[in-house]
């Protein structure tokens, strides 16, 4: 705080505007480091923009796009040199920069703005700092103050999950996704693309994947752990799939806009889908077996088998045609929540078992694991797995996203044996999990996981060493779809937490403080994502209500809380809507039982910032 307070009286001195500066000044993530001048550089549409010639082909359509959706400019582009006295917009590449790969120099002078990196990474990570100084209204003139922004990534993994399988979501929305993440420097985008719900990637060589196992029956209105099973009979009509074509313009897209895509196959368990399309792959011929795609909930026998040579070859299969349309050098598969069930009936798993002196069934997943793991090294690709692949004989090569707590501590013994790691703790970045009061929010897990946390998760453990710190790769927020059934409701799980996300990826904890963070939302970046037309939550700004009930003398004592700082509660007791003229909460007080308490935050202007909390006091 000391040094945004620095910042205004900075330019009170100087005269400047400090509403511009309030409005338009507000970054996220922030950067590593920012110095402003007394001047500014006015962008026009007599600005050149020049580009690196190398980048022109992708760099300049995607400028054009930008700086004409924020500010209705179509101005000149080139890759040449400006001529003396020509005012500039310089993307340069220099590989002396002493910056790391991704990060940037971005200078405003009052002749040019220069966005300076080592790669095309941070030329476009420069850019989305240099938006962030735009107004949100078209203007066609921009007066963007004088700076020096020095930043760096604190992590090269900076990542978002989002699951299509339980919900599918279009190609649209996700290339909408890719863009509005982008543009707060999140850089990689695991797609889970399979699980119990739904096969959503065409794999030529098994057509029944997307014919069959890309749809389920309808279960639309049912609590998602209520459902009963799908029968042979019914039709199936909820569902969907990206053909290969579709994932190509994915892919061409992200990379753009510096977004790698990672697959997920979800194998062994998880494949509910899988089986149903191909029953084969199951351990057993069992008559009561089920082979639909799963509607919701638990899904039973959904684990394919680990004996079979069958199962191998199969999904050689599927893995050559998956690492074949993703460049990533990383293909991820799953190795989560495996039922081994089956598999202590299954003849072919305990056949493998006894050749292979496997103790137990962890060590047969162990195998299963290090098998599929052959398949992908072939293609030259990185496995991903989740932490449940350290069990057994664990998965030396590979890559593990460390998402158990609790009981289990991968976040501290995947680095500790040498494993590359992603932090994806489900404590501090399950988006699943509802981000307010739970009688307030849409249907989810009874967890609380509020925007505050998210922002004040710290990826790297103290137990780790200097040299096993250099094995976190980096931090990914997670969107699992089991209560996300539309597009709006996606958007409105992922934001704003996402941005919490990208700046615990991105920014060093000691640029961090979340005062600054929730003033540059409501000031700034609510506005910002509106004018993307993406439905955030309004969360943050809700009142926690709690109480204690005094029976004795029929009253109750009254708590309101909140997760942000520097606004007001105010509530009534009366059943009306509170106001700024109703009563200020001060600290707990006490009121007869079965009043009816209603309260709401308000900010310095006396506006209502989220939804009212109503509470009665039984």
């Known amino acids: 705080m000391y040094k945004y307070f620095t910042y205004i009286l900075f330019f009170s001195m100087f005269g400047f505007n400090l509403q511009l500066v309030a409005q338009n000044y507000h970054f996220v993530p922030q950067p590593e480091s920012v110095s402003f001048t007394d001047d500014a550089f006015v962008l026009d549409k007599n600005t050149k923009v020049v580009v690196p010639k190398k980048f022109q082909g992708v760099l300049i359509p995607y400028l054009a796009e930008k700086f004409y959706k924020d500010l209705g400019l179509n101005l000149t582009y080139s890759y040449r040199n400006p001529e003396v006295g020509e005012k500039h917009i310089l993307f340069r590449l220099d590989k002396s920069l002493s910056v790391r790969d991704e990060g940037y120099l971005l200078e405003v002078q009052p002749e040019s703005i220069v966005v300076t990196a080592k790669d095309y990474a941070g030329l476009f990570n420069g850019f989305q700092t240099l938006r962030q100084t735009f107004p949100l209204q078209n203007s066609g003139t921009v007066k963007v103050l004088g700076m020096t922004v020095k930043d760096n990534p604190r992590f090269g993994w900076r990542g978002i999950m989002l699951d299509v399988s339980r919900h599918f979501q279009p190609k649209e929305f996700i290339l909408k996704q890719i863009d509005v993440l982008s543009s707060y420097k999140v850089n990689k985008f695991h797609w889970h693309l399979t699980d119990d719900q739904g096969w959503r990637i065409e794999i030529k060589k098994y057509p029944n994947l997307t014919e069959k196992g890309a749809w389920r029956a309808d279960r639309t209105g049912v609590s998602w752990w209520q459902r009963e099973k799908a029968t042979a009979e ?307 700004f809700t009142v926690y209500a709690s109480y204690a009930l005094d029976e004795l003398k029929s009253e109750a004592h009254v708590y309101l809380n909140t997760e942000t700082v520097g606004y007001d509660i105010f509530y009534t007791t009366d059943g009306e809507d509170p106001t700024t003229a109703s009563m200020k909460y001060e600290g707990h007080f006490i009121s007869p039982a079965k009043t009816l308490v209603k309260a709401g935050l308000f900010n310095k202007e006396g506006r209502l910032l989220g939804s009212v909390t109503e509470i009665r006091l039984k």
């Open 234 to 540: 019914e039709p199936k009509t909820v569902g969907g799939f990206y053909t290969q074509e579709d994932i190509k313009e994915v892919i061409a897209y992200a990379k753009v806009r510096n977004v790698e895509i990672i697959p997920e196959i979800d194998v062994p368990g998880h494949s509910k889908a899988l089986v149903a399309s191909y029953p084969h792959l199951f351990c057993y011929d069992e008559s009561d077996a089920n082979f639909e795609v799963a509607v919701g909930g638990k899904a039973p026998d959904n684990a394919v088998c680990a004996g079979k040579d069958t199962t191998y070859e199969f999904l050689e299969g599927v893995i050559e045609e998956v690492a074949a349309l993703f460049p990533s050098k990383y293909l991820h598969i799953g190795g989560d929540e495996c039922n081994k069930s089956n598999w202590k009936k299954c003849p072919y798993c305990q056949g493998v078992k006894t050749e292979n002196n496997l103790k137990d069934e962890e060590e047969l997943q162990s195998y299963f694991i290090q098998k599929v793991h052959k398949i992908v090294k072939a293609q030259n690709k990185t496995m991903i797995g989740w932490d449940e692949i350290l069990s057994g004989q664990g998965a030396p090569g590979a890559t593990i996203m460390a998402w158990r707590r609790g009981g289990h501590n991968p976040q501290i013994t995947a680095p500790q044996n040498a494993y590359p790691t992603i932090m994806t703790s489900y404590k501090y970045m399950y988006l699943s999990q509802v981000q307010g009061p739970t009688q307030m929010e849409p249907e989810g897990p009874k967890v609380v996981l509020p925007l505050s946390k998210v922002y004040a998760h710290e990826p790297i453990p103290a137990e780790l060493t200097p040299e096993e710190v250099n094995k976190v790769l980096g931090n990914e927020a997670c969107l699992w779809g089991e209560f996300t059934p539309t597009q709006e409701h996606c958007e409105y799980m992922l934001y704003p937490r996402a941005l919490a996300s990208a700046e615990v990826s991105w920014s060093a904890p000691n640029v961090k403080d979340w005062e600054r963070f929730q003033t540059a939302l409501e000031d700034s970046h609510f506005k910002r994502l509106e004018r993307e037309q993406v439905n955030y939550a309004k969360s943050m």
